[in-house]
Nanobody, 127 residues
Framework: QVQLVESGGGLVQAGGSLRLSCAASGRTFSIYSMGWFRHAPGKEREFVAAISWSAGNIYYTNSVKGRFTCSRDNAKNTVYLQMNSLKPEDTAVYYC????????????????????WGQGTQVTVSS
């Protein structure tokens, strides 16, 4: 069983930064693409970013391009989401997830393509 544990959320003023981390258990982390999603109250779950197993491909939703950076350290079984220039509309619970299939980043923005999910970490951006 794979466990994903997010950390790094919190309360920050608009324009500030946070760095989310997602630590994964297991020895096969390096062969799976990983994704970040967020869920704000009253809204549907939204794709934020994804990174391929080798970090050769990184994808972002348009609203975070240029502000968020997704990275991974396979030696530490950890994926990161650096969030800069935060806006109140970024307020949400952020989840990391592991792709269902190995060596695949197909349909990276589809939650159904992810098999394991973390418990989420709250990010609140005040105006």
């Amino acid at each position: 069983q794979v466990q994903l544990v997010e950390s790094g959320g919190g309360l920050v003023q608009a324009g500030g930064s946070l760095r989310l981390s997602c630590a994964a258990s297991g020895r096969t982390f390096s062969i799976y693409s990983m994704g970040w999603f967020r869920h704000a109250p009253g809204k549907e779950r939204e794709f934020v970013a994804a990174i391929s197993w080798s970090a050769g491909n990184i994808y972002y939703t348009n609203s975070v391009k240029g502000r968020f950076t997704c990275s991974r350290d396979n030696a530490k079984n950890t994926v990161y989401l650096q969030m800069n220039s935060l806006k109140p509309e970024d307020t949400a619970v952020y989840y990391c997830a592991r792709k269902r299939n190995t060596y695949s980043s197909a349909r990276y923005d589809d939650p159904a393509e992810y098999e394991y999910w973390g418990q989420g970490t709250q990010v609140t951006v005040s105006s």
